[in-house]
């Protein structure tokens, strides 16, 4: 019987985020301790974490976080998704999310990312 979709060996989640003319590339991998995931700070103006819960061989869910750093109260959270199982089996950014825009209270700053979740060859 063959493993689902989502079971796969080395599961990374590319991101590809966009603000002002700067385009990242971020990774992110297969962790059971959540919270000790770091953000990345994205122009001063936003911060952006995604988070892969699960294990090499599976994928439990993945969440992304985007946080208003342009505000007195910063961080202020102000997108949140989670994804759970199946996951679509589009490898290349946006094929999980598609593209989201998230924007700042202050000038209304825009942010773009869309990730997708690809494998890695097996070591």
Known sequence: MAAPAWA???PVLRCQVRYASETLQLEARPTSTPYEVAPHD???RFRFKAVVVGSEGA???IA???YDMAVPQAPVLIHEVVYHPPFPSKPTVPGLTGW???YSARLGREMV???ALTKEPSP
Do not use: K
Request: aromatic share 12%; glycine share 12%.
């Open 8 to 10: 796969v060996d080395a």
């Open 64 to 66: 992304v976080y985007a």
């Open 113 to 115: 990312y869309g990730c």
């Open 59 to 61: 994928v439990d869910h």
């Open 42 to 44: 994205i122009g001063e």
């Open 100 to 102: 989201n825009h998230v």
